[in-house]
Every structure is written in C-alpha cells, then in structure tokens.
C-alpha cells in the first residue's frame, strides 16, 4: 500500500489533479445514473398509486375492445369500467358476451353503461366491419379507446 501511495505523490501534480478529476466524473456520472433511474421507478410504481389519470377527459368516455370475453380483453373491460368508462365489447360467443356484459355492468360507475357486438371478426367479409361501424354509430363522437384484442 505504501509503494502506491508514494508513486501517486510521486507523480507530476498536474497528471494527478487529471486523475482525480477524471475519477471524480465518473463518480458522478454513476451516481446520476443511479440518481436518473430511481426517479423513474419512484415516478411509475410510487407516484402513479397516488394520483390515477382521467382517462376519459384526455381521450373519450367509450372504450370499444374486441375479443373482451374472457382472457386480456376482459380483463381491459373490467379496469377500464372500474376507471369511470362506458365499455363496448365485441366478441362472437353469445354466452361469453352475456357474462362478461353481467360482470362488466356490476363495476360501472353511475351513468356509464355496458354494450356488445356479437361479431365474428375472424373472416375476409368486408360486411362484418361495415357491420359494426354501423352498430358503433351512436358512440361515433364519444369513442377515445380502441383496443383490438380479438385473436
């Protein structure tokens, strides 16, 4: 240890003032990069339990999701109902679209309403998608949020 504490003393001051300089930058940049990347997680996984964003005032009060029966689109439906959205879900089983409308329809908030499609969109019939522009015609100015989950 001393032998390298007397070759730093031994060393011109000018190379060692660089050195150090050089050391004490790449001290900092580390300790802003691990500065930079806990502000980003306090932002997302601390900060947002706190305060929700008002979907329905950035993009629109209905949120149209296809293949919402069951799985992921499902579960869409049920957080997006739960945020204050009137929910319209399209799918091609009957049954399925009962129960996911059931249990959709039990989270809404007052005034906001639950609606679906019965369509089978796994076909290269044009009609089918001039179908449901039809059937969405009353939400046209009110939809914000499309979400195509149909696999």
């Known amino acids: 240890m001393e032998k390298v504490l007397?070759?730093?003393?031994d060393l011109n001051p000018i190379l060692r003032n660089t050195l150090l300089v050089i050391a004490l930058l790449w001290i900092l940049k580390i300790v802003l990069f691990f500065a930079h990347h806990f502000f980003i997680g306090f932002r997302l996984f601390i900060y947002s339990r706190f305060r929700h964003l008002d979907l329905t005032?950035?993009?629109?009060?209905?949120?149209?999701?296809t293949g919402a029966t069951d799985g992921i689109g499902f579960e869409f439906a049920r957080q997006f109902a739960q945020r204050g959205h009137s929910i319209v879900i399209i799918g091609r089983n009957e049954q399925k679209l009962k129960h996911a409308v059931e249990t959709v329809s039990q989270l809404l908030l007052p005034g906001k309403k639950v609606s679906s499609i019965q369509m089978d969109l796994n076909t290269d019939d044009v009609s089918v998608y001039h179908n449901i522009r039809n059937e969405l015609q009353e939400y046209a100015n009110e939809i914000g949020i499309l979400i195509n989950n149909a696999g």
């Open 6 to 9: 007397k070759f730093v003393d």
């Open 57 to 65: 005032s950035i993009y629109g009060e209905v949120v149209v999701i």
